[in-house]
């Protein structure tokens, strides 16, 4: 039976990693090669496995090591943060908010969703774009409080999400001024006729807008797709193309954004989440957050 290892033992095999040999790893925590080397063959006594192998003049890491690192890389990044989060924890009081945010849902209206627990005095948010499966996986190892999204969590029963619905928005088209005057001639069939923006697939709107160019048999001139919401607004408000856009957040467009409104998109909506890991939601901003839903 292995016996439990000792963090100092792992320390020593981290810095080994990352020098990438004993004697650069001795050197830098100035100790002599024989102790390092010692300490790193009782984590791998420790472990049971051999952590490092020759290569050349010098070590690499085996595939256990290459395990062992991957965790030692976490374990010691925390350990850096650590001053740094009790300092901040006990200078001054603040509630922390960990906010995961879609990269496809538009950030004018993330704002607004936002708005209620602005005003906290307290307040430390924490906001964290990234992809929808991803933002779950951290939601459910409890690193985010609370996911916003433009679709409610799938239904898995190897975790449990609730999913709170905070509102919705009609979808309207702008454009800049160069390409405002040709598209609203025959709106909406004149956007067969100029480039367009879309957001990509992997948003929950998309469909919707290739579902409502089918009805219409319009075949759009597509030009640009964007993951990221504020990507394609930045593009479409160089004058690249024309896009759709929440009217939720129309007076924030216009005064964020060179851009005019060319006309709705009927019949089209974009929704909006909140999503987290309680039944019964504990964490008394996302309380906040979700009063209106309530």
Not at 112 to 121: A, G, H, K, S, W
Not at 217 to 223: D, E, K, S
Not at 247 to 262: G, P
Request: proline share 6%.
């Amino acid at each position: 039976m292995s016996t439990p290892f000792n963090y100092k033992h792992l320390y020593y095999f981290w810095v080994v990693a990352k020098e990438g040999g004993i004697s650069r790893a001795a050197e830098k925590l100035d100790m002599a090669v024989q102790t390092v080397s010692a300490q790193v063959r009782e984590l791998e006594r420790s472990l049971g496995f051999a952590l490092l192998k020759p290569a050349g003049r010098g070590l690499v890491l085996t595939d256990a090591g290459q395990a062992a690192m991957q965790q030692a890389e976490q374990i010691f990044q925390l350990g850096e943060n650590l001053p740094a989060r009790v300092r901040d924890a006990a200078s001054t009081p603040a509630i922390r908010l960990a906010v995961g945010i879609c990269d496809g849902l538009p950030k004018l209206v993330v704002r607004r969703l936002l708005q209620p627990v602005i005003p906290e005095p307290n307040l430390r948010l924490l906001c964290q774009e990234g992809e929808f499966d991803d933002l779950l996986g951290d939601l459910a190892l409890h690193r985010l409080d609370v996911v916003l999204s433009d679709r409610p969590a799938p239904l898995n029963p190897n975790i449990k999400l609730y999913s709170h619905a905070l509102g919705s928005s009609a979808i309207a088209w702008y454009g800049t001024a160069a390409v405002v005057e040709a598209a609203r001639k025959n709106f909406p069939e004149s956007l067969a006729d100029v480039p367009l923006l879309l957001p990509t697939a992997h948003t929950a709107v998309r469909a919707r807008l290739d579902h409502w160019f089918e009805q219409r048999a319009i075949r759009p001139r597509v030009v640009g797709e964007f993951e990221d919401n504020a990507l394609l607004m930045t593009f479409g408000a160089s004058g690249m193309g024309v896009f759709p856009a929440a009217e939720w957040a129309h007076e924030d467009l216009l005064a964020h954004y060179a851009v005019q409104r060319i006309g709705p998109c009927e019949g089209v909506t974009e929704h909006f989440f909140a999503i987290g890991a309680e039944k019964k939601v504990s964490h008394p901003l996302v309380q906040r957050l979700l009063q209106p839903a309530l």
